[in-house]
């Protein structure tokens, strides 16, 4: 396997071989790992993003995937690079991490066979496709500003080739504890399958990203949070949760809202909307919370009385 990252270096973007530590250029310049202000690894014209693969988190919302996958799109105004800043907008409560693999596209590719994929793949990254649930009221069908607000996809450090992304284990950690831990071997539409059925109608170009899922226990995090994602054989992803130096404009559009069904999602458990079985309490398997009613993290927990809102059972965005 071989590794790249895209760096600043004296001021510009340079494309640099990972060499142990160090980065190299093409010219031989050398940067030590730690030192360096890295870019994206990859400059995408399109993010295709599916929904639900992952069998731990059709399992955390009790319910059933669909016979074929779903995908959202993220604007590519969204791309944030590894040690930057992911800001969580003032105004807004419920930014979820939710630690991915990012499939990187070397070829133009339209209309090619899933056992065909992989000559079109240029390698893999590390992705967190955080969410800000905040929208999700408004934007349940589309997910833009759930999932497309600036910063909110951050790929790298670099790009890896010739993975075999069989078997391989993913992590989520926040300030150094595991979050969310989940293997590969959990997807129910593979790498090459992703591909294969997004290039029947849409072409992919050189550079563009497909994310393909996330594992059980995706949770808000807070503005000073270290949340760090890790892939077996492609290294780890950090960056730091900010607090949006501006509000939201109030004199325009639908504000970020704070729902029962926005802060069930953030906290795992819209299955209560779909009445398929009563909330369980403190304890409870999937809301895991202590006297104070706080959840990991210290989100408060919901009221988890009647409700009249009830979850379409057809709109299983994640």
């Not at 133009?108 to 066979?113: D, E, F, G, K, V």
Request: charged share 25%; net charge negative; aromatic share 6%.
């Amino acid at each position: 396997m071989a590794e790249t990252r895209r760096i600043l270096l004296d001021g510009y973007p340079a494309e640099m071989v990972r060499d142990g530590d160090e980065l190299v250029a093409g010219d031989g310049r050398r940067v030590m790992i730690d030192a360096a202000r890295h870019l994206p690894p990859v400059e995408p014209t399109k993010i295709v993003c599916v929904h639900l693969n992952y069998k731990s988190r059709v399992a955390e919302f009790m319910t059933k995937l669909p016979p074929a996958p779903t995908y959202f799109h993220k604007p590519i105004t969204a791309l944030n690079s590894h040690d930057a800043d992911v800001v969580r907008p003032e105004g807004c409560r419920w930014l979820n991490y939710e630690g991915e693999i990012a499939i990187v596209i070397g070829r133009t590719c339209r209309n090619i066979a899933p056992g065909d994929a992989g000559a079109y793949i240029a390698g893999y990254s590390v992705a967190n496709d955080y969410g800000l649930h905040d929208f999700r009221d408004t934007d349940a069908g589309s997910m833009l500003r759930v999932k497309g607000s600036d910063t909110l996809c951050p790929i790298g450090p670099g790009l890896v080739t010739d993975w075999d992304f069989h078997g391989k284990r993913i992590r989520t950690l926040v300030n150094g504890d595991v979050r969310q831990d989940g293997s590969t071997d959990e997807m129910e539409w593979d790498m090459h399958y992703l591909v294969a059925d997004i290039a029947r109608t849409i072409t992919l170009v050189p550079g563009d990203v497909l994310l393909s899922g996330t594992p059980a226990n995706s949770r808000p995090v807070e503005p000073g949070d270290i949340v760090t994602v890790e892939v077996e054989g492609l290294g780890a992803l950090s960056n730091r949760i900010v607090a949006g130096p501006t509000p939201i404009r109030t004199d325009v559009g639908a504000q970020p809202t704070e729902s029962e069904e926005v802060r069930s999602t953030a906290l795992g458990g819209d299955w209560e909307h779909r009445g398929e079985r009563a909330p369980e309490g403190p304890g409870g398997k999937h809301y895991k919370h202590d006297a104070a009613g706080e959840a990991p993290g210290g989100a408060a927990v919901p009221d988890r009385g009647s409700s009249s809102e009830r979850r379409d059972p057809s709109r299983e965005e994640r």
